[in-house]
Nanobody, 123 residues
Framework: VQLQASGGGLVQAGGSLRLSCAAS????????MGWFRQAPGKEREFVAA????????VYADSVKGRFTISRDNARATVYLQMNSLKPEDTAVYYC?????????????????WGQGTLVTVSS
């Protein structure tokens, strides 16, 4: 499956952005989806994941209550709504697809990755 992330940009602290990740090539609804991020000089880290159906979600503690992951299987797209953004949220954000039913927080569980979209939060 091919993944194309978009929606990144520059935003002030406290602002919002919505990232999108469009999938193509295979049946999107057969994959759990996740978002990860990588800040300069740091390892890639888990942000959020969502199950095949969208009925189950999981979040990193650092974004819980501020970010919301959702999916539209008819549009083969997963979203990450990011509110109350902080400078420490600055990173390249990646979407990823997992053949399992439920999204994992483990990077190695994911089979396909998008190219990333840069989010910069200014203070």
């Amino acid at each position: 499956v091919q993944l194309q992330a978009s929606g990144g940009g520059l935003v002030q602290a406290g602002g919002s952005l919505r990232l999108s990740c469009a999938a193509s090539g295979r049946t999107f609804s057969n994959y759990a989806m996740g978002w990860f991020r990588q800040a300069p000089g740091k390892e890639r880290e888990f942000v959020a994941a969502i199950s095949w159906s969208g009925g189950s979600t999981v979040y990193a503690d650092s974004v819980k209550g501020r970010f919301t992951i959702s999916r539209d299987n008819a549009r083969a797209t997963v979203y990450l709504q990011m509110n109350s953004l902080k400078p420490e949220d600055t990173a390249v954000y990646y979407c990823a697809a997992d053949r399992g039913e439920y999204g994992s927080s483990w990077l190695d569980e994911y089979d396909y990755w998008g190219q990333g979209t840069l989010v910069t939060v200014s203070s």
